[in-house]
Every structure is written in C-alpha cells, then in structure tokens.
C-alpha cells in the first residue's frame, strides 16, 4: 500500500517527503495567515482605527465605500454600528490569520478569510480599475484552495488534537472525537485570543498615550506645528490636529506654508509623501504639491488645514 497521504488526510505528517502532495499549499497558507494576522493587529494597535471623528478611522471609510459599494445599504448599516463593525473586521483577521498559522479549524478559518476578502472588495476595491489591481481580489481567490483542501494534516492543530484524543480514549466514537476537537479549539481560541487581548491592551497603552495638546502662548487656543526654522523650505513635516487627525504641513516656499489632511479622498487610507507631492498605496492616486489630484482613482483634492504663523511658530488656524 502506498504510503503517500492525500489531501484529505487528518493525521499530522509533518514527516511527509517534500515530494508529497501536502506540502504545496504550505507557502499559501504561511502567507494568507501571516497576512491576515498582521492586518487584524495593525487595526487594533491603530489608535485612529475605532476613532469616529478621524478620516482615518474604519466608520469614515464605511462612509465613503458605502457611496460606491454594490451592497452599500449594507455598508451604511454597518456605518452605523463602527465600533462593533471595526472590532468584527480586526478580530476577525486575527482569529482568521491564527487558525491558518496553526493549523486550527483550518477550513473554517480560510472560510473567514474568504468572506472578508470578498466583502474588501465588493468596498473598498469596488472601484478600482482595472479590477486586478485592486489586492483583495486576489486575496478572495487564493483563500479557495485552503477552503477545499484544509491544511491536510501538516502542522495541523486539529490533528494533533484528533490524534491525542483518539490515543487517550481508543474507544471513543468519532462524534465524540469531533465534540472534544471543539471543545478543545475553543479553549485553545479563547485563551489565545485573551492573552493576545491583554498584550494589545497594555501595548496601545503604552505605545498610544493620548497625545497632549500644545497652544500658543499668545492665543492659548490653536495647536502649535512647529517652528519656521524647523520646517526647511520644500519639505514636509506630519502633525495631529486638534481632533487627532493626522496631517502634514508643507513648505513650498520660505513665506508660505499649507496642510492636508493625511487622508486619501478615494476611500480614505492614510497618503504618505512622494517626492513633491503624496501617493496613496492603497490604489495609486496621487497628489500634488498643492493636494490636487495628479492621478486617480481618487478625483477630489486633499483636505486643507488651515495653518498660520505666529511669533515663529506654524499653528492651526
């Protein structure tokens, strides 16, 4: 009898030849459940993500998907529950990207993945052209393997569980195995998820302390930049508004100075400087020096901030 497993295989057999069948989805799911895990803790360590009065947070993006998306009256539902919608999303991709690592409920979890891909798309993506650049397409599409063939046993969780139970109680009928694999996983889940809570909670406490507020000494209201001499003349320099926006103030020229909001226009991803100008990574729109749009998707320009100088200092207006 041949000793080569096959994809439905539930025994752990990390001792397969790397020749075999099992192997091939591994860099697929290391990948997606890398991915998944890294984005789930970056929107929870975020502290703009769940902040409803920020451009950068999860409710302003639902506000603007939902004027494109082909399920936006789904979308403004959720808009107006952002706290919960934005801790389903997070979570979610973290409980999905920690299944697919060790190999927990895996088909469950590219199931999760594969929802969320799809419902990144039909958002955010929705209206980028042409639709391949738009990533979580492509994320939607290489959740399917896993989904149909789970991780086959290698590095499995599930399998080892499987296999322990089955070693501890030979007698047990396959019911009773699945009912102890949930119970187990759940627990194994739910602690994780705990200890991965309480490092979140003390790191966003203190690595994110609520920023204190600078004002001018003459005014004692607007929020203090930064000197004019700290700002060289064609540079730029990022800043937090009075709301906790994120912005950046410029320097075109030695008597001028503007702000933008650091907020892409399209669907609200956050822009980062290009040369004279931002670029979006999300999907590739670019602004100018003056936040025009130099190229779309996006159409509208930046948001101004208004900004002046007092006593040698840029302030907020």
Same mark, same amino acid.
């Given at each position: 009898?041949?000793?080569?497993?096959?994809?439905?295989?539930?025994?752990?057999?990390?001792?397969?030849?790397?020749?075999?069948? !099992?192997?091939?989805?591994?860099?697929?799911?290391?990948?997606?459940?890398?991915?998944?895990?890294?984005?789930?803790?970056?929107?929870?360590?975020?502290?703009?993500?769940?902040? #409803?009065?920020?451009?950068?947070?999860? #409710?302003?993006?639902?506000?603007?998907?939902?004027?494109?998306?082909?399920?936006?009256?789904?979308?403004?539902? =959720?808009?107006?529950?952002?706290?919960?919608?934005?801790?389903?999303?997070?979570?979610?991709?973290?409980?999905?990207?920690?299944?697919?690592?060790?190999?927990?409920?895996?088909?469950?979890?590219?199931?999760?993945?594969?929802?969320?891909?799809?419902?990144?798309?039909?958002?955010? +993506?929705?209206?980028?052209?042409?639709?391949?650049?738009?990533?979580? !397409?492509?994320?939607?599409?290489?959740?399917?393997?896993?989904?149909?063939?789970?991780? =086959?046993?290698?590095?499995? =969780?599930?399998?080892?569980?499987?296999?322990?139970?089955?070693?501890?109680?030979?007698?047990?009928?396959?019911?009773?195995?699945?009912?102890?694999?949930?119970?187990?996983?759940?627990?194994?889940?739910?602690? =994780?998820?705990?200890?991965?809570?309480?490092?979140?909670?003390?790191?966003?406490?203190?690595?994110?302390?609520?920023?204190?507020?600078?004002?001018?000494?003459?005014?004692? +209201?607007?929020?203090?930049?930064?000197?004019? +001499?700290?700002?060289?003349?064609?540079?730029?320099?990022?800043?937090?508004?009075?709301?906790?926006?994120?912005?950046?103030?410029?320097?075109? +020229?030695?008597?001028?100075?503007?702000?933008?909001?650091?907020?892409?226009?399209?669907?609200?991803?956050?822009?980062?400087?290009?040369?004279?100008?931002?670029?979006?990574?999300? #999907?590739?729109?670019?602004?100018?020096?003056?936040?025009?749009?130099?190229?779309?998707?996006?159409?509208?320009?930046?948001?101004?901030?208004?900004?002046?100088?007092?006593?040698?200092?840029?302030?907020?207006?």
């Amino acid at each position: 009898m041949s000793s080569t497993p096959s994809l439905g295989e539930t025994t752990p057999r990390a001792d397969a030849p790397l020749r075999t069948p !099992i192997w091939v989805l591994l860099p697929l799911r290391v990948f997606l459940g890398g991915t998944f895990l890294y984005a789930g803790l970056s929107k929870i360590l975020d502290a703009h993500y769940l902040d #409803h009065t920020s451009p950068l947070g999860v #409710h302003a993006q639902m506000l603007q998907a939902a004027t494109t998306s082909p399920i936006g009256p789904m979308v403004s539902f =959720a808009a107006e529950h952002p706290t919960v919608t934005g801790l389903v999303v997070a979570v979610g991709e973290v409980a999905v990207g920690l299944g697919t690592l060790l190999g927990l409920f895996t088909r469950i979890a590219a199931l999760g993945g594969f929802l969320l891909a799809l419902s990144f798309f039909l958002t955010v +993506s929705w209206t980028t052209r042409p639709y391949y650049f738009g990533a979580d !397409i492509v994320f939607a599409a290489a959740w399917t393997p896993l989904l149909v063939a789970g991780d =086959a046993g290698l590095f499995s =969780a599930t399998a080892r569980l499987r296999a322990a139970i089955r070693r501890r109680q030979p007698n047990s009928t396959p019911d009773d195995v699945e009912r102890r694999i949930l119970l187990w996983g759940g627990l194994i889940t739910a602690t =994780a998820a705990a200890l991965g809570g309480g490092v979140i909670a003390l790191t966003r406490r203190t690595t994110n302390p609520k920023p204190s507020r600078q004002t001018d000494p003459e005014t004692n +209201s607007q929020t203090v930049i930064a000197a004019v +001499s700290a700002v060289a003349v064609g540079s730029s320099t990022s800043f937090t508004t009075p709301n906790g926006s994120v912005a950046y103030l410029l320097r075109p +020229s030695a008597d001028t100075f503007m702000a933008f909001l650091a907020t892409c226009t399209h669907q609200g991803c956050p822009i980062t400087p290009a040369g004279s100008g931002f670029r979006c990574p999300c #999907h590739g729109s670019a602004f100018d020096g003056n936040g025009q749009v130099t190229g779309g998707p996006a159409t509208k320009p930046l948001t101004k901030v208004p900004v002046r100088v007092v006593d040698g200092q840029v302030t907020t207006a």
